[in-house]
């Protein structure tokens, strides 16, 4: 059978709910086998991600980052997602890479909120006015159609276009006065060190983590970790890998019985808030979400 070739042009059949009902089922499936590569050339790197969950099959998903590529009048980053049969091993179909990378990790945040957020949250603060931010904004803006938005940048002119890009967004000069205001705040910047104070966060609020993804990078300080009840998507990605949590543990400022748990631990119960409490949401990633957000995609492709 010829696989199906996905252009990014298919996201106009998705829709971002029934993406996180098909993220939550994928969980409930037994746990994903995952495994990262990568290969290096210079300054240019290739990683592969690459997941099989029994039922759901296998995805093999190809990062080529060339930081040359911007001079040369192309994209920094390039890749496909090989999706395969989970019976047979035969390719289903390739996916195009930033479909799959817009779907998969927006989607995996607004999962998060949708668990952990207050239903009734009326106002949306978004950290970070790139790529990510934009698909946030468009996420969200669906998942709370009731809300509204507001952008906070270092830059102050990317925040400016930003708003101006954006329906029901505000820009914030302050990043503190903006987390006063919010419900959920969404942060997915490169930050280094803590942007996000915990001395700024009030109960009831979410806290949506995405932008730190190496272990020396932290987007929220200690007081956030120690005050919220937190969450992340996956033990396997985070705990040892990301700053965000590697670092607090390995001071010993929280332990990992304080993770409340990770998606794979939803159908236990455990993804729950009581009125005051302040909910942290790491999203780490990993293959194991590209592969459920692949299938999904096949599946409405499909379906069209």
Known sequence: M????????????????????????????????????????????MLTRSA?????????????IMPGNPGRGEPMIHGAVNLYDDVTGLLDAIVDFHLVTKWKTAGDSVLGARLLARPDSKV????????????????????????????WNRSPDGAARFADDCDKTDVVASLEDGVAQADIITSATMAADPLIKGDWLRPGQHLDLIGAYRADMREADDTALTRAR?????????LDHIGEFKD??????????????????????????????????????????????????LDAWRAK
């Open 2 to 45: 010829t696989p199906d070739m996905i252009p990014f042009e298919a996201e106009k059949l998705l829709d971002w709910r029934a993406l996180t009902d098909a993220l939550i089922q994928g969980h409930a499936r037994p746990k994903a086998e995952i495994g990262d590569t990568f290969l290096y050339r210079g300054d240019d790197t």
């Open 124 to 151: 949306i603060l978004i950290v970070g006015a790139g790529t990510v931010g934009r698909n946030l904004r468009e996420a969200y803006g669906a998942m709370f159609p009731q809300a509204r938005f507001l952008i």
């Open 248 to 297: 607090p543990l390995a001071r010993g400022v929280i332990k990992q019985g304080d993770v409340v748990g990770d998606l794979y631990d939803h159908k236990h119960g455990v993804f729950t808030r009581q009125p005051d409490d302040i909910t942290l949401y790491k999203n780490g990633g990993g293959a194991h979400l590209d592969l459920m957000t692949s299938r999904y995609i």
């Open 52 to 64: 099989w969950i029994d039922g759901l099959g296998i995805a093999v998903k190809t990062a080529n």
């Open 230 to 238: 937190p969450f992340m998507d996956s033990r396997d990605t985070v």
